[in-house]
């Protein structure tokens, strides 16, 4: 059997859930949901599919320390630093130059640190059916998820020709295109068409394939893969990684491969997924009172009804509004309706001008 | 000469401006505007003209100690705690009773701990105008301040017949009628008729008048004063006074004497007067930003407008809102359209039902 690992992409800066995430405590590193940060609940999640040893995660130089802390159970130097933010493509090109090193017959799946996944059996069974189907294969697979609504915050994947069956279960369809953020009208055909899932971001291939299809569309980061595992023992590994890192253009791996390959399939993935991507997404996962409120620590309200309120060191008082959100943090109160919850990134990015607020974003 | 006197009525429970007011530190003892707290700034403002020792404050029994640090130029002894708050008919009385024991010829003005008063000096000569007038014609005077606006949050005066012109200026006129806070279109009429002015609930008359008045119209309230007097150097003052305290009733001097009695006059006010009764009244105290927010302390906005941010402690930060307002105070978070502002003191209500938040109302 084929030696099985994962990267785990933990990037992100902190701004679309501020003032509780910052850049120095980004969303991934947040007990939003459950009790565990959302980076251990990601290595929790597969458990019985890659062993610890296997288990990279990737996040900027400046969270490394605390992404050791969030998941004692990996060894330290399977976390890396990225020295820059080179978007997914590069850092999935490190994750398969490190798979390659200890395995060059690797399969990998890559998935991000800040999903909430439920039905876990369901979720270990599609990636070890995945990474059985992808060695096998010679295929770039992605998982597409059912969508449950007619989402407008995800992009789709819409699937072409049947592939396999996997004895446990899980069903292979060639992915046939990818789409960006549909509006609403066509998220509702893309739902009743019922050929379409939602990108979830999460991948599975071997270290080998996707080498290939680097070398095929990305050369420079096919160059870079050589040139870490010829690095690989020497003393300037990390100087080489730095340098070639930091020279690499910035490009997600949907452009760079999944919309150009041909050998790429799709999984469907059938158990419940969240990308949490901003605070409105908490409605999803949490109980509500008789007014639709979502209240998260210690909120009251008088007349108002389907707000979010996250208030778990202060007591909120919400008179009179809907569909607000009142996000408590340490030394900052963010006040803002929940259909504008995109505009958080651009305050975030505001205040990080001022010295003022450095402490806080 | 006669001899003034003033009582400042500082009762107050603390409702309209929580969470920053609480049952524990009402408005009076807010330093809302200007630096000095709303009392001592009502202490202040009588400078030349009532000497420190004939100023009382009337306030709970619970308010006593904190009005005593916050007006340390008096005597102790002349701020004084009601034992149960029974409506401003009752604590002038007492008010009568305390200035007749200094001198029963003295006069009195009836003052409030709570307003905002603008050009001082102009305030200053329309109660020594008031109180020569009140002394020598025996009239109950009210002061009516000169609307500025088509205000619906105020009670109003209608002027009859010319009463005096003071030396100083202050024009005197028959109160006519007292009315209750108009609607939009009725308060437009009274600001365009012109005879019709603010009640301010500032009052200044002699301690015999207001006595021989509780005597004509609430007899209760004059034998408290004649108990008080009798009982004035007796050891069984202070029991004296609770036991019939207690068996007042709540009633208001606007209807208890000023809507019957027949000497009721109005000093015409023409000072910048606000009664500061809730967060939307400070809008007329602070600058605004360009798009209309005030912001008092530390806050940042986005696409938001005229709203008021009261956080002195931390950052509050309003994205795509507009005529809201948000006040942080120690432990807790207040988020309410201005317009719903009569709705916290509802909410203040229902909290104080709740032990757990004994603390913060």
Redesign the interface.
Known sequence: MTKRFAVILAGGKGERFW?LSTAEHPKQFLSLIGEKNLLAQAVERLEGVVDTSCIYVITSSELAEVARRSAPELPPENIIGEPVGRDTAAAIALGAALVARQDPEGVMAVLTADHIIGDLECFRSTLRDAMDLAHSENLLLTIGVKPSFPSTGYGYIQTGEHLADAPAGTVFDRAKRFVEKPDAVTAQQYLKEGSYYWNSGMFIWSAASITRAFQAFRPPLYEMICALNAAADRRDFDQTFERIYEGLEKISIDYAVMERAENVGMARGVFAWDDVGSWPALDNHFTHDDAGNVVIGDG?T??ASDNIIY?KD????????SD?M?V?AD???????KD?AQ??K??VQ??RQDAR?AR?T
């Open positions: 003032p009251v008088l007349e208030s202060r007591l909120t008082a919400v008179i009179g509004l607000v009142v408590q030394g900052v109160t963010l006040v803002c309706p504008q505009q958080i651009e305050l505001r205040l607020y806080l």
